[in-house]
């Protein structure tokens, strides 16, 4: 079970040896009490900038056909070069947090009227100074001739200046799916029974950045220090757990089964 915002709170109140809360006075915290729920808040948002492509992160459950297709789709148009990261969004601050611009995928595979041997492939990352050196003018003066432009396959991706579009090179010829992995920020925490999306086992690590933001405002400079390094330990270790974790097998060349 997910550890809940009064949960957190009162860990850190209790560490602090200050009155805890209850379910019904939550909401209306003032003091020291009011302080803490802020920082428990401050705490997972530093948590989402400092690895914000965390699993626990992801906008969505990865591809139902294949878990490495990533967790968010979009079909490309025969002849358009630029799409939208999120579909509706009206500004940036509704965009994804976050965007894994190296596991970008194209595939043809549920796209209609298409039939094996189907198109499935990795795109590569091109940052937009190299795309507008090495391939914008020639795909500017393809694009020129209009009915007669030689669109194909897409073997790039590019990052909008804005960092809101992607844009596919060569544009294509028809339409594919484009596989991505995106992220989002956390919800912040508001009532009391609210819970974090982070597993229990990392709770820790909030409590730990809570309790950094409370020693400081108190400036008890020892306690805020270590307050920082039990959090600075808890990313590494969670880091180290889920982000490319090393398989046994890669690190000797004893079989484990």
């Given at each position: 079970?997910?550890?809940?915002?009064l949960?957190?709170?009162?860990?850190?109140?209790?560490?602090?040896?200050?009155?805890?809360?209850?379910?019904?006075?939550?909401?209306?915290a003032?003091g020291?009490?009011?302080?803490?729920?802020e920082a428990?808040?401050?705490?997972l948002?530093?948590?989402?900038?400092?690895?914000?492509?965390l699993?626990?992160?992801?906008a969505?459950?990865?591809?139902?056909?294949?878990?490495?297709?990533?967790?968010?789709?979009?079909?490309s148009?025969a002849?358009?070069?630029?799409y939208?990261l999120?579909?509706?969004s009206?500004?940036?601050?509704?965009?994804?947090?976050?965007?894994?611009?190296?596991?970008?995928?194209i595939?043809?595979?549920?796209?209609?009227?298409?039939?094996?041997?189907?198109?499935?492939k990795?795109?590569?990352?091109?940052?937009?100074?190299?795309?507008r050196?090495?391939?914008?003018?020639?795909?500017?003066?393809?694009d020129?001739?209009?009915?007669?432009?030689?669109?194909?396959e897409?073997?790039y991706?590019?990052r909008?200046?804005?960092?809101r579009?992607?844009?596919?090179?060569?544009i294509?010829?028809?339409?594919?799916n484009?596989?991505?992995?995106?992220y989002?920020?956390?919800?912040?925490?508001?009532?009391?029974?609210?819970t974090?999306?982070?597993?229990?086992q990392?709770?820790n690590i909030?409590i730990?950045?809570?309790?950094?933001?409370?020693?400081q405002?108190?400036?008890n400079?020892?306690?805020?220090?270590?307050?920082?390094d039990?959090?600075?330990?808890?990313m590494?270790?969670?880091?180290?757990?889920?982000?490319?974790?090393?398989?046994?097998?890669?690190?000797d060349?004893?079989?484990?089964?």
């Open positions: 079970m997910a550890t809940s915002y949960t957190l709170t009162n860990e850190v109140l209790r560490e602090l040896n200050e009155v805890q809360l209850t379910s019904s006075n939550f909401t209306s003032v020291i009490q009011a302080f803490v729920k428990v808040n401050r705490a948002n530093d948590i989402a900038n400092e690895e914000p492509q699993p626990f992160f992801a969505a459950a990865s591809g139902e056909t294949d878990p490495f297709y990533g967790n968010v789709t979009v079909a148009v002849g358009t070069r630029w939208l999120k579909a509706g009206s500004d940036i601050t509704t965009d994804y947090s976050s965007i894994d611009w190296d596991d970008f995928y595939t043809t595979i549920g796209v209609s009227g298409e039939s094996a041997p189907y198109v499935s990795g795109l590569k990352f091109v940052s937009l100074a190299d795309w050196r090495y391939l914008r003018d020639s795909e500017n003066a393809d020129a001739k209009g009915s007669d432009a030689s669109h194909g897409p073997r991706v590019i909008s200046p804005d960092h579009k992607f844009g596919l090179s060569p294509p010829d028809k339409v594919y484009v596989h991505f992995y995106a989002v920020k956390p919800t912040p925490l508001s009532a009391h029974s609210d974090i999306v982070l597993p229990d990392y709770s909030i730990a950045r809570t309790r950094y933001y409370v020693h405002f108190k400036e400079t020892q306690q805020a220090a270590f307050a920082l039990d959090y600075k330990k808890g590494r270790q969670m880091k180290s757990n889920l982000i490319n974790p090393q398989p046994k097998s890669m690190t060349d004893r079989i484990y089964f």
